[in-house]
């Protein structure tokens, strides 16, 4: 089935280093990959999506580029701030073999930023 | 304008009881999720609704029911509480047809079973 493989974590980083976290993905359909972030003691919210192969979705600093012919989707950030301390998962959908627009979920990294 | 609106946020029970989370969401979607989410793991889904009246099982179904009497609500029933069910739960909500990836997602209900 559908799978996301995101690299492991936790990272911590210093404040304005350059973020990359990384994701591929396992799909056999064309799958809409997302990233979304977690802020301590709240839910998942949406940070920027890619709906087929070359989009970027970008948002708050963030991007990330959909390569099918590496099957991944890494979320990149020039300048990281504390403010970006937070769990990142990446996760897609493929609703033509999976249906409801179900999201299939990386396992999540913890990003901590050091002032 | 509140989104998806998760009760209670925090449950303790004891193995073998029973409980309901709440979940409801103002924005009219058609489409709801519970996920639950363990440690170092990504999210999992339980359960999942299209509209009212249907409902169809996830990745994670067993020990868990649902029910979707309105658009807005779309509870989920621990019958027979286990320890394997410690976890936070997570409920959310997307438009449908179009846009339908989009999920607004409650804050979550950490829910001890000991």
């Known amino acids: 089935g559908d799978s996301v493989t995101q690299m492991e974590g936790p990272v911590t980083l210093s404040e304005e280093a350059f973020l990359t976290i990384n994701c591929t993905y396992t799909?056999?359909?064309?799958?809409?990959l997302f990233w979304y972030v977690q802020y301590p003691g709240e839910g998942l919210q949406l940070l920027l999506k890619?709906?087929?192969?070359?989009d970027k979705g970008s948002n708050k600093g963030f991007e990330a580029t959909y390569r099918k012919e590496t099957t991944s989707f890494h979320l990149e950030k020039g300048s990281v701030q504390v403010s970006d301390s937070a769990v990142y998962f990446c996760?897609?959908?493929?609703?033509?073999?999976?249906?409801?627009?179900?999201?299939?979920f990386g396992q999540g990294t913890r990003l901590t930023i050091n002032p | 304008n509140a989104g998806v609106t998760q009760t209670p946020k925090f449950r303790i029970l004891k193995i073998g009881q029973s409980m309901t989370l709440q979940c409801t969401q103002d924005?009219?979607?058609?489409?709801m999720y519970w996920y639950r989410q363990d440690p170092g793991m990504g999210l999992k889904l339980i359960y999942y609704?299209?509209?009212?009246?249907?409902?169809d099982k996830g990745e994670v179904p067993n020990g868990y029911n649902v029910s979707r009497s309105t658009t807005e609500d779309f509870p989920l029933r621990l019958e027979l509480a286990a320890p394997s069910q410690t976890s936070v739960y997570f409920c959310a909500s997307s438009p449908g047809e179009f846009g339908a990836n989009v999920l607004t997602f409650g804050a979550g209900s950490r829910l001890t079973v000991l």
């Open positions: 609704s299209v509209g009212a009246g249907i409902t």
């Open positions: 924005m009219n979607h058609n489409y």
């Open positions: 996760a897609l959908s493929d609703p033509f073999l999976q249906g409801a627009q179900k999201l299939v």
């Open positions: 890619a709906t087929k192969a070359d």
């Open positions: 799909a056999t359909g064309y799958p809409s």
